[in-house]
């Protein structure tokens, strides 16, 4: 019996049809991978642009002075560069505005999941959006000729500049990031969890904190860390609202100043280039880039260690 086997590129032989090249396909890579490169480059040329004037500082300034110092004056005559106060400061403004967006970022993004109606919903989305459309300059105005004169009417005794205006203002900023996100978990657990807990006679407040929350937890998780981390950077409203006196405290009602209100105040021109003053705005931003690397690391082992996986 002959065989049958067809030996390719004999006489004879079939002949498999070329793949044609798509050349659409070629450039929408060669697109993707640009967006890619881009986003890799700005990262590495932001940390080198930060980096060398900053090693050009700790050569001149101690980094054990730099990092456990507790008194920072750089641009007085007799300076000092602990910047142990700008960190304080600046997490004494995220504690606090954490502590206003965290529950009603979340309690918004409940009841949009489980409560609202789509009516509801299509009024009450816009409204967060503008709410997030609003500059911060006008957010830090807003604190400092609104809510400081309205906290001392209630009686409470606070600076003109104070942390707790500005940290009040900066949570209300934080709701609308808060909500969307952890709205987006909460729509993404599927349904049948919610109709088996029903099904075993638990009620829609039970639902939404005992099944539908713990089931969106690594999307809640990252919403909180991304919401920290603007918190942690965020430089206008403290600039105008919380002050620029550098000081150890833990007391909302006092004048402080944050890493970014630094940085915003200094690099306005007035300092020498290249002076020791000058290259402290580079120590301080390498710092804060540090602190919010470190944060987003966090958010990722987290989000990876809490994620639910659904067939």
């Known amino acids: 019996m002959a065989s ?3 030996v390719l590129g004999q006489p004879g032989a079939l002949e498999l049809p070329r793949k044609k090249i798509r050349w659409g396909e070629l450039l929408v890579q060669a697109l993707l991978f640009v967006a890619a490169a881009i986003s890799v480059l700005t990262t590495l040329g932001i940390v080198v ?7 050009e500082f700790f050569g001149e300034v101690s980094p054990w002075e730099f990092f456990t110092g507790t008194t920072w004056a750089p641009l007085f005559l007799d ?9 304080v400061g600046t997490f004494l403004i995220s504690f606090w505005s954490a502590l206003v967006a965290f529950p009603l970022g979340l309690g918004v993004a409940i009841y949009l999941s489980e409560y609202a109606r789509p009516r509801a919903t299509a009024l009450l989305k816009p409204i967060l959006e503008i709410l997030a459309a609003v500059p911060t300059v006008v957010l830090g105005y807003f604190a400092l000729t609104f809510v400081t004169p309205f906290l001392r009417d209630i009686g409470l005794d606070v600076e003109i500049f104070n942390a707790l205006s500005a940290s009040l203002v900066l949570g209300v900023m934080l709701i ?8 987006d978990a909460m729509a993404a657990v599927p349904r049948d969890l919610r109709e088996g807990a029903y099904a075993l006679g638990a009620d829609k407040l039970q ?3 005992r099944v539908v ?5 690594s999307g809640i998780i990252a919403a909180f860390v991304l919401a920290f981390s603007r918190a942690v950077g965020e430089t206008i409203i403290v600039l105008i609202a919380a002050g620029q006196l550098a000081q150890i405290t833990f007391d909302p009602r006092d004048t402080i ?9 200094t690099g306005n021109g007035d300092v020498p280039t290249g002076s020791i003053e000058y290259k402290t705005i580079f120590a301080v931003g390498l710092t804060l ?8 690391l966090i958010s990722i082992r987290l989000v990876r260690k809490y994620r639910e996986i659904y067939e």
Do not use: K, Q, W, Y
Not at 79 to 87: E, I
Not at 176 to 183: G, Y
Not at 213 to 217: E, G, K, R, S
């Open 4 to 6: 049958r086997d067809v």
């Open 49 to 55: 642009s930060l980096l060398l004037p900053a090693i």
């Open 79 to 87: 300076a000092h560069f602990g910047v142990v106060p700008l960190v």
């Open 176 to 183: 609308p990031t808060i909500a969307s996100l952890s709205e």
């Open 207 to 209: 639902v939404s904190t």
């Open 213 to 217: 929350v713990p089931a969106a937890i």
């Open 257 to 265: 100043e944050t890493m970014t209100a630094f940085i915003g105040a």
């Open 289 to 296: 880039f540090v602190m919010t690397l470190i944060l987003n």
